[in-house]
C-alpha cells in the first residue's frame, strides 16, 4: 500500500516534470529569417534566385524577391519547409521540400540559396549583436 | 428559524442590495448601451472569477479573508515573467506557466500557513502585513534578480541598465490564448467560452473537495478550532494545507487574468488582485466567516459593473472621469472596511439575542435538585 | 471476587508544584458499574480524571503517583487519544461539539466513513470523499442505543441544550472499543426532564455493559442512578459508599465537612438599619461567570457575603454591578437607580471593586505603588491634581500622591522598599493590599471584595481579611465580599448568599451549619425556610 503510494506519486512528479520538459520544446517560439541573398561560404558562392514562394508547415506561401528577407514565426521543434523557386516570369522552375529540426535557440536563419543548393549548413542560429 | 423575515433578508444581504441600486443609479448616467455592458460583464467574469474563488477554501477553514493569495498571484506573476522570457507560446506557454507557478506558489503558500498558525484570529491582518513584505521580496527578485542571477534572454523584457523587469512587459505570446481558444459568439456578444470551463471546472472542484474528509476537516476546523483539536483533527496541517490549496490557486488565477489583459503591471498587478478579489467577494454579500460560490459571482458581476460605470456616470455627474477612477479606489478599500464593520455589527446582534436568554424574566424556573 | 475490576486505580497522588492536590486515592470500578464522584471545586475530581485520561497537563507537571489498570493490564496514557484508544470515553462540562456541523457529522467527527477515491495515491487518506448515508445509519444506532430521540441531521445550534448533551455522550459510546465512559457534570445544563431522560440513558448503557463514573454536584441524581459513589476532599478519599441506604445530607456533610477554625470575633448581632444597594433581576453576561436571574439586598453597613461554587456566577454579580461587563436588570444605590455598564458611574457613585483579576484589572503591573493607590482616586474624584487656569489643565501633584501612598502603606503594612517600587515587584499578599489601598482611596461607601485571599499565603490571607473587617468596623464602609472559600466568608460576614447556576440559591446567617451551606451550593437547597431573606 504504502509502496504503490511512493511509485505512483513518483510517477505523477516523472509525469509533472516530463509534461513541462515537452511544453517547454513544443511550445517555444522561433523568429526565422527567410534570406534570399547571395552567400558565400568558404570558396563557394550560392546566387540569390529572382523570387521564390515558401511555405513554412503547410501554411500558405509567402513570396520572397531578391535581396529579401523576410522574418517568419514557428513553435515547436520539427517543421518542414517547401520553396518554390520562380523565373521571372513567374513560372516555378524548381521545388524543394526540407524538413529540419530547431533546438533551444531563438532566432534561426535559413539561407534559401544555400538550401535549394543542397548545402547542409543551409539553417543556422542566428546570432544578434548583444544591444 | 425558517420564516424569515424580510427584514433580517434585507440586513444579511445589505451590501450586496447597496451596490444593485448604486449601479442600477449610475448605469443610465454611464450612457452605455446594454451589449457593451454585457460584453464587458462577460469579459471580466471570465477574467476575474478564478482569481476570486481562490478565497473560498480559507475561509471555509476560518481563517478569514486572506490576503496570502496575493502571495499566490505573485509565483503566476514570476512563472508568465519567464514563460514570456523563454518565448513559450500559445497553449503550452500558458499551461506551463501554470505549472511553474505551483511550486512557487506551494512555497508561498507553505510560509503563509505556518506564519498564520502563528497568527490565530488576525489572519487578516497578518495576512496582508505579509502581503506588503514579500512584495518587497518579489521586487527585490524581480529588479535585481532577474538579469542578474536568472538568465534573461529576451533583452526587450529588460530595464535599460541590463537587469531588471520593465515596469510593463508585454505578454504577445499568451495574449488571450484562453480566451480565444474556443470563443463562442451568442448574439452579438462574444464569449470566451475555454475560461468559463475552467471556472466552471473550478466550481466542481470546490464542491467536490466540500464532500471530502480533508473538506470536513477544514470546516471543523473553522467553526471551532478547540474542539477539531481534541477530535484528534491536524488543525495546523489542517490550515497550511488550505492556504496552499488557495495560494495555488490564486497564482493559476492570476496566470488567466494576465493572459486576457495582455500586458502586465509588473510591480503593482499582484496588489490589485488582493484587494479587488477580496472586495470583489465581499460586494456578492460574503462575510469574513461565510462565503459561497454565489458571493463570487454576483460580487464580480456588481464590483465590476461598478467598475465599469462610475468613470463615466462621474464624467456625465461632474464632468470629471477622474472622480469616477476616485470613486473605484474608494469603493474598493471603503467596501472592505464596511464589510469589517458590518460583520462585527452582526456578531453584537448575535450576542445581544444570545444575552436574552440569560434575563429572568423569559428564562426558565431555576432547576433544583429535586 | 471472581472478575478482574475493568478499572483499578492504586495510590494515586499527584502534586501540583509542590502543592499536594490528590494523595493516595483508591478506585475499583466493575463493568457496568455506575460510580458517583462527588466533591467540592478542588477536591481533586478533575485531576483524577485528568490522570486517567492521560491529560498533557498531568505529563507536563511532572507525571503521578501510584498505578493504573485497566482490564488487568497496568496502563499510562500517554495522551487522551491513546486513552481512547485503551477503551475511555470522556465528555467534558463544556460542549466539544461543532455548532454548524448536524448531530451525524459531530458524532462521527474525524471517524467517518469515506469512498476510496484515486486521487488518495497522489495527495494522501484526507481526499477520500464522505460516505454519509453510511454515517448517518451509524449515527441513527448510536443515539437508539442511548433510547433518546434526537434528529440525526439537526444542526447542533439549532437544538436544545439536553440535545447537544445527547449527541456528546452518543459520539463517546459509538467508539467500538468504549468500556468506561467519564461524564464530567454532564446534567449542569439540563432541564430537570431533559436531566431524567439522561439518567435513564446512562443505566441503559450501564446494563450493557458500559461502566461509567458520572461527576455531578446533583447529590439527588448521583443518589438516583449510581451503585456506589466516592467522595473526594482536599485530594484524599473521605468514603466509599454504595448508594442504597445514603442519604443526601450525608454526602453533604462528608464534602463539605472541615472543622470550623475560628469562629467569629465579634459576635454581636447586627440590624439591618435600611437597605443601602437593591439589586433585581440582575443578568450578567461574564464568560464562565454568567448571571441569570438575581434580586438580594445590602444593608448599610454589613459585610455581606455571596459564596458559591466556581463558574456559578458569584463573580459576575459584582463585575456587573460595576460596569465591566455587560449586565441588565435594576440595581438601586441609595434610593436611586443605578446606570449599569458605566464603570465610571459606579465609582462616582461612590462604589469601589476590588478585582479577582489582580494582575489584570486590579493594578497597573509596570505602575509604581504610589501611582497604583492614587490612581482610581485621581481619575474619579480628580484627588492628588493640580490645577491651573482654574481647571483648564491639570497635572499630577506627585507630593500629594506619595503621602497618600504612605500613608496606606503605614496603615496596611505593605511591605515596600519605596512607595516608587514598581507593583509587578510585590509579593501577591502585598500587591493584593495595593488593590485594597487603591479601593479605599476613593473612600468608599460600599466596597465589593471579590476572591481577596485568592493565590497568597495563610499569613497575608488573615492580613486581608482583618483589614477588611477594620475598615468595617471603624470606616462604617459597607462591604459586598466574594469568595469561593467558605470558611473565610463564615469568619467575617454577617449574612452570606450562596449563587448556584447564576441564580441566588439561598442566605443564610453566618452563623448557619456548614451543612446547610453544602446543600444550597449543590443546588440540593430545599426551597422557602432555607431561602428566607430571598426575594
Not at chain 2, 486576457?260 to 460574503?286: K, R
Not at chain 2, 454565489?294 to 461598478?306: R, Y
Not at chain 3, 519605596?418 to 476613593?442: D, I
Amino acid at each position: 500500500m504504502k509502496a504503490r503510494r511512493l511509485v505512483v506519486r513518483a510517477a505523477a512528479l516523472f509525469l509533472f516534470v516530463a509534461l513541462g520538459v515537452f511544453l517547454f520544446v513544443n511550445g517555444k517560439g522561433h523568429d526565422i529569417l527567410l534570406d534570399n541573398k547571395t552567400v558565400t561560404m568558404g570558396d563557394q558562392t550560392y546566387e540569390a534566385f529572382a523570387s521564390a514562394l515558401i511555405s513554412l508547415d503547410g501554411k500558405k506561401a509567402v513570396e520572397i524577391q531578391r535581396r529579401e528577407r523576410l522574418p517568419e514565426m514557428l513553435v515547436g521543434k520539427n517543421h518542414v519547409i517547401r520553396v518554390e523557386v520562380m523565373n521571372r516570369g513567374g513560372k516555378v522552375i524548381q521545388t524543394r521540400e526540407e524538413k529540419f529540426s530547431l533546438g533551444l535557440d531563438r532566432t534561426w536563419l535559413i539561407s534559401l540559396p544555400m538550401l535549394i543548393s543542397g548545402d547542409a549548413r543551409w539553417i543556422q542560429v542566428f546570432k544578434t549583436g548583444e544591444n | 428559524m425558517k420564516n424569515k423575515s424580510f427584514k433580517d433578508i434585507l440586513i444579511s444581504n445589505a451590501v450586496p442590495i447597496i451596490f444593485l441600486v448604486l449601479s442600477a443609479a449610475a448605469i443610465p448616467l454611464s450612457g452605455f448601451t446594454t451589449s457593451y455592458l454585457i460584453q464587458e460583464m462577460v469579459t471580466r467574469m471570465g477574467r476575474n472569477c478564478f482569481l476570486v474563488l481562490s478565497l473560498l477554501i480559507p475561509i471555509a477553514a476560518g481563517m478569514g479573508l486572506n490576503f496570502g493569495m496575493v502571495l499566490g498571484a505573485m509565483g503566476g506573476q514570476i512563472a508568465i515573467i519567464l514563460v514570456t522570457d523563454w518565448n513559450i507560446v500559445g497553449m503550452q506557454g500558458l499551461l506551463l506557466a501554470a505549472m511553474i507557478s505551483t511550486p512557487i506558489s506551494l512555497a508561498l503558500g507553505w510560509l503563509t500557513g505556518e506564519i498564520l498558525n502563528r497568527a490565530k484570529g488576525r489572519e487578516m491582518v497578518t495576512s496582508f502585513m505579509l502581503g506588503f513584505f514579500m512584495n518587497g521580496v518579489y521586487q527585490f527578485i524581480v529588479l535585481y534578480g532577474f538579469g542578474m542571477v536568472i538568465p534573461v534572454e529576451n533583452h526587450a523584457m529588460l530595464l535599460s541598465r541590463g537587469f531588471g523587469i520593465r515596469n510593463a512587459i508585454n505578454l504577445q505570446g499568451v495574449r488571450q490564448v484562453l480566451d480565444k481558444f474556443l470563443m463562442v459568439d451568442i448574439g452579438p456578444i462574444h464569449v470566451p467560452m475555454a475560461a468559463f470551463i475552467v471556472i466552471a471546472l473550478f466550481c466542481l472542484f470546490i464542491l467536490w473537495f466540500n464532500r471530502t474528509k480533508l473538506g470536513q476537516d477544514m470546516r471543523a476546523v473553522g467553526q471551532d478550532m478547540a474542539v477539531a483539536k481534541s477530535a484528534g483533527i491536524a488543525v495546523d496541517r489542517t490550515r497550511i494545507i488550505a492556504i496552499i490549496i488557495s495560494t495555488v490557486l490564486a497564482g493559476y488565477g492570476q496566470i488567466i487574468f494576465l493572459q486576457n489583459i495582455g500586458t502586465m503591471n509588473t510591480y503593482n498587478a499582484h496588489e490589485q488582485a488582493g484587494i479587488f478579489a477580496i472586495a470583489s467577494l465581499l460586494i456578492g454579500g460574503a462575510t469574513v466567516s461565510r462565503a459561497t460560490i454565489t458571493n463570487v459571482f454576483v460580487g464580480v458581476m456588481l464590483f465590476h459593473l461598478m467598475f465599469v460605470v462610475s468613470p463615466m456616470a462621474g464624467k456625465t455627474l461632474m464632468g470629471q472621469a477622474q472622480l469616477g477612477e476616485y470613486f473605484r479606489v474608494f469603493v474598493s478599500y471603503g467596501i472592505i472596511a464596511l464589510a469589517l464593520v458590518l460583520h462585527a455589527l452582526r456578531r453584537r446582534m448575535d450576542k445581544e439575542r444570545e444575552r436574552q436568554s440569560l434575563r429572568g424574566g423569559d428564562a426558565p424556573a431555576p432547576a433544583n435538585g429535586h | 471476587m471472581t472478575q478482574e475490576p475493568l478499572l483499578r486505580m492504586e495510590h494515586i497522588g499527584k502534586e501540583y508544584f509542590g502543592n499536594r492536590v490528590l494523595a493516595d486515592v483508591n478506585l475499583t470500578l466493575q463493568r457496568g458499574e455506575i460510580l458517583g464522584l462527588v466533591g467540592e471545586n478542588g477536591a481533586g475530581k478533575t485531576t483524577l480524571m485528568k490522570i486517567l485520561f492521560g491529560m498533557p497537563v498531568i505529563k507536563e507537571t511532572g507525571g503521578y503517583e501510584g498505578k493504573m489498570y485497566l482490564d488487568g493490564k497496568e496502563v499510562n496514557f500517554d495522551s487522551p487519544f491513546d486513552a481512547l484508544d485503551g477503551g475511555i470515553g470522556m465528555v467534558h462540562q463544556e460542549f466539544s461539539l461543532i455548532p454548524g456541523f448536524s448531530t451525524t457529522e459531530n458524532i462521527m467527527l474525524n471517524r467517518e466513513f469515506t469512498c476510496y477515491s484515486p486521487l488518495v495515491e497522489l495527495f494522501g487518506e484526507r481526499l477520500q470523499t464522505l460516505n454519509r448515508p453510511a454515517m448517518r445509519q451509524r449515527a441513527a444506532k448510536a443515539i437508539d442505543t442511548l433510547g433518546v430521540r434526537v434528529d440525526p441531521d439537526m444542526l447542533i445550534q439549532e437544538m436544545p441544550v439536553g440535545h447537544r448533551q445527547f449527541t456528546e455522550i452518543a459520539r463517546e459510546i459509538d467508539r467500538e472499543s468504549t468500556k468506561l465512559l467519564v461524564l464530567d457534570e454532564p446534567t449542569a445544563v439540563l432541564t430537570e426532564s431533559e436531566a431524567a431522560i439522561l439518567v435513564k440513558a446512562l443505566r441503559k448503557l450501564a446494563d450493557s455493559g458500559i461502566a461509567i463514573i458520572f461527576i455531578s454536584h446533583r447529590l439527588q441524581e448521583i443518589l438516583d442512578l449510581c451503585d456506589k459513589i466516592l467522595v473526594l476532599r482536599d485530594g484524599m478519599v473521605i468514603k466509599e459508599a454504595p448508594t442504597k441506604g445514603t442519604e443526601i445530607r450525608q454526602i453533604a456533610s462528608w464534602m463539605v465537612g472541615r472543622t470550623v477554625e475560628d469562629k467569629k470575633q465579634d459576635d454581636a448581632v447586627r440590624v439591618c438599619l435600611e437597605p443601602i444597594l437593591r439589586v433585581d433581576h440582575l443578568w450578567v453576561d461574564m464568560p464562565g461567570e454568567t448571571v441569570r436571574d438575581v434580586s438580594f439586598d445590602v444593608c448599610r453597613g454589613e459585610i455581606f457575603g455571596i459564596g458559591g461554587l466556581a463558574g456559578q456566577g458569584k463573580l459576575g454579580i459584582a463585575n456587573g454591578i460595576m460596569g465591566l461587563f455587560a449586565a441588565g436588570g435594576a440595581v438601586t444605590w441609595k434610593g436611586k437607580a443605578l446606570k449599569l455598564n458605566d464603570p465610571h458611574g459606579a465609582l462616582e457613585a461612590g462604589m469601589a471593586f476590588v478585582s479577582e483579576d489582580r494582575r489584570g484589572v486590579g493594578l497597573l503591573l509596570d505602575e509604581p505603588i504610589d501611582w497604583n493607590i492614587a490612581f482610581t482616586a485621581m481619575q474619579v474624584q480628580g484627588r492628588c491634581l493640580k490645577s491651573l487656569l482654574g481647571g483648564l489643565i491639570q497635572w499630577r501633584d506627585d507630593v500629594a500622591m506619595a503621602s497618600l501612598a504612605q500613608e496606606y502603606i503605614d496603615a496596611l503594612g505593605i511591605k515596600c522598599v519605596s512607595s516608587r517600587q514598581r507593583a509587578v515587584e510585590l509579593s501577591g499578599g502585598n500587591q493584593q493590599k495595593v488593590c485594597l489601598a487603591k479601593a479605599f482611596a476613593v473612600g468608599p461607601e460600599l466596597l465589593f471584595v471579590a476572591e481577596p485571599t485568592r493565590g497568597i499565603d495563610v499569613g497575608a490571607k488573615k492580613l486581608v481579611l482583618d483589614t477588611i473587617r477594620e475598615t468595617n468596623r471603624h470606616k462604617g464602609t459597607t462591604v459586598v465580599m466574594i469568595s469561593s472559600e467558605l470558611e473565610e466568608l463564615r469568619s467575617i460576614c454577617d449574612r452570606i448568599a450562596i449563587v448556584d447556576e447564576g441564580r441566588l440559591a439561598g442566605m443564610l446567617s453566618a452563623t448557619a451549619s456548614v451543612e446547610d451551606f453544602g446543600l444550597l451550593m449543590l443546588g440540593a437547597g430545599k426551597g422557602p425556610e432555607v431561602a428566607a431573606g430571598v426575594r
